[in-house]
């Protein structure tokens, strides 16, 4: 499953290449497992519709669980999206470059991915660690604690952060030897 880096690779490229298989293995199981997410939040609503209108009977907690749900998809999806080149960039213009090209242009852009992770390592963890010391709850009727969601802000930043830098390594890769890593482990971006 491994990509293979270099041709004649070393221990250095072997365990170069395993870390980064790890990374993207991770982020791919936890997005397969969020994808089944998706499938509960469409579940509850169908039930919070038909309870709601059907039955004239909605529940307390439908609509807030479908929010908490949604929030720890999108928070923890992105390392996954990332992976996949799922992620939103200007085609116009990144699209007509070669390999190499894309790869320069994404290692001058990391610094900005690297501030947009470190703030929500930094302001997602402060506020994941005080919603936890508060042992906080929502203040709606049906009250479910809030420190478990926030506690996924910063460990989806975490998850981003990994998967932007296996494809750094990946792009440094591209850039040096001048060949794309590619395989079928190795995210490909897809375009319309």
């Not at 298989?21 to 969020?34: A, C, R, S, Y």
């Not at 060949?179 to 490909?188: C, D, S, V």
């Amino acid at each position: 499953m491994t990509v293979q880096l270099m041709k004649n690779g070393g221990n250095e490229v072997v365990a170069l290449n395993a870390i980064l298989d790890l990374v993207d293995k991770i982020n791919d199981w936890v997005g397969k497992i969020l994808s089944f997410g998706v499938l509960f939040m469409f579940a509850l609503v169908m039930i919070e519709v038909i309870r709601r209108y059907f039955f004239n009977s909605p529940t307390v907690w439908g609509n807030e669980l479908t929010q908490l749900i949604f929030g720890v998809y999108v928070v923890l999806c992105g390392g996954y999206i990332l992976r996949w080149g799922g992620h939103v960039n200007v085609d116009i213009w990144y699209g007509r470059f070669s390999a190499k090209g894309k790869a320069i242009i994404d290692m001058v852009t990391f610094s900005l991915f690297l501030m947009f992770c470190g703030m929500m390592l930094v302001y997602g963890g402060s506020l994941a660690w005080e919603s936890l010391s508060r042992f906080e709850h929502s203040q709606s009727a049906w009250n479910p604690p809030l420190y478990p969601v926030k506690l996924m802000i910063p460990t989806g930043a975490f998850l981003l952060l990994l998967q932007g830098i296996a494809k750094l390594v990946r792009d440094i890769v591209t850039v040096v030897t001048g060949e794309k890593m590619t395989g079928p482990e190795t995210g490909e971006r897809e375009t319309l």
